[in-house]
């Protein structure tokens, strides 16, 4: 990826954040004597879960094995993925992705069924089990604003799919993410059972990776989005 040795080396990419506070508040990071991070929105778009986004800028302090395994609960239990599912399924339908479901009610149901199964092995992989396995912090450390132009804080966050934070705070390759979604296409075998080839698997891995580096990017700017939003809207309605 272009730019990644850069950005794996850079000093902004080696800042920390620190832990949050077990429940609710392992969402949030605990602000610095110095540094009032920004608070993160638990929806990107009110619609995707945002979980575990936590401020870069900060001084970085481990989560549990608790708290890992609480943020990929909430990632698979908030409401909205069952409305991203249905739509991810809807689309299926309409484009007749995975031929051997069918058509009709029966045929919806099923591509519901595995989309919201993807959803769930892969959250609970990438984001719970495997960061207690290789002691790795699951969260998206975003850089904010005043950190780089677009381009950078882009890349930046494209990158996180293959570089993340280790429990001691220094950054190390996301055998998490990687290992996680790769497994994640393997169990999909058990329920695509027309979709075992080799090939089918590294195109449920490729789609899995490129939806988890779009959600990162997705966090880096939505702050920024909605704060844009907002002024231009309030500054509309005087």
Do not use: C
């Not at 778009?45 to 900060?58: C, E, K, Q, S, W």
């Not at 919806?108 to 990438?126: E, I, K, M, P, W």
Request: hydrophobic share 35%; net charge neutral.
């Amino acid at each position: 990826m272009l730019g990644l040795a850069a950005l794996v080396s850079s000093p902004i990419v080696a800042q920390n954040s620190p832990a949050d506070t077990p429940d609710d508040a392992v969402l949030h990071t605990a602000s610095a004597p110095a540094i009032q991070p920004e608070s993160q929105d638990k929806r990107v778009f009110g619609v995707l879960p945002n979980y575990r986004t936590a401020d870069a800028n900060t001084t970085y302090s481990p989560i549990t094995a608790k708290q890992k395994l609480t943020i990929a609960t909430k990632d698979t239990l908030d409401y909205p993925i069952f409305l991203l599912v249905a739509g991810i399924a809807g689309v299926g339908q309409i484009t007749d992705q995975h031929h051997d479901f069918g058509q009709g009610f029966k045929g919806y149901a099923h591509r519901y069924v595995t989309s919201y199964s993807d959803q769930f092995v892969g959250n609970y992989l990438t984001e719970g089990f495997l960061p207690i396995l290789f002691h790795q912090d699951p969260r998206y450390f975003r850089i904010g604003p005043g950190q780089g132009g677009i381009w950078h804080r882009g890349t930046y966050a494209l990158s996180r799919i293959l570089v993340t934070k280790s429990d001691n705070g220094h950054n190390t390759f996301n055998a998490s993410e990687v290992f996680g979604n790769a497994i994640a296409a393997g169990v999909g075998n058990a329920y695509y059972p027309g979709e075992r080839h080799l090939s089918d698997n590294f195109t449920r891995f490729g789609t899995s990776l490129a939806t988890d580096a779009l959600s990162q990017v997705l966090k880096e700017f939505w702050p920024d989005v909605k704060r844009k939003y907002f002024e231009r809207h309030q500054h509309g309605s005087k």
